[in-house]
Nanobody, 116 residues
């Protein structure tokens, strides 16, 4: 059993910032990747940012605005979101993949709303 939980969403005006956190019930050392996805109303879920062993990857739409980071001691991953735009409005989900397996786990999501 693996638990994944997001927090930190909310309402912010365009140009503002939010910091999302994801806590997992397993060690980061047994994770293959850990990342953030988002899903806007009427849209498919899309990759936002991901941490892998070789570095971080970002969607083109959030490059230079969002930063993903991890805290190994706390088994958490954060997403710092700056210069937010209304088009960033979505439910943001944390995803964890386990090293050496095909298993992946999702959090319940946290709502981010950016007003114009």
């Amino acid at each position: 059993q693996v638990q994944v939980e997001e927090s930190g969403g909310g309402l912010v005006q365009a140009g503002g910032s939010l910091r999302l956190s994801c806590a997992a019930s397993i060690s980061i050392f047994v994770m293959d990747t850990m990342g953030w996805y988002r899903q806007a109303p009427g849209q498919q879920r899309e990759l936002v940012a991901i941490i892998g062993r070789g570095g971080n990857t970002y969607a083109d739409s959030v490059k230079d605005r969002f930063t993903i980071s991890r805290d190994n001691a706390r088994n958490t991953v954060a997403l710092q979101m700056n210069s937010l735009k209304p088009e960033d409005t979505a439910v943001y989900y944390c995803n964890v993949r386990i090293r050496g397996t095909l298993r992946e786990y999702w959090g319940q999501g946290t709502q981010v709303t950016v007003s114009s």
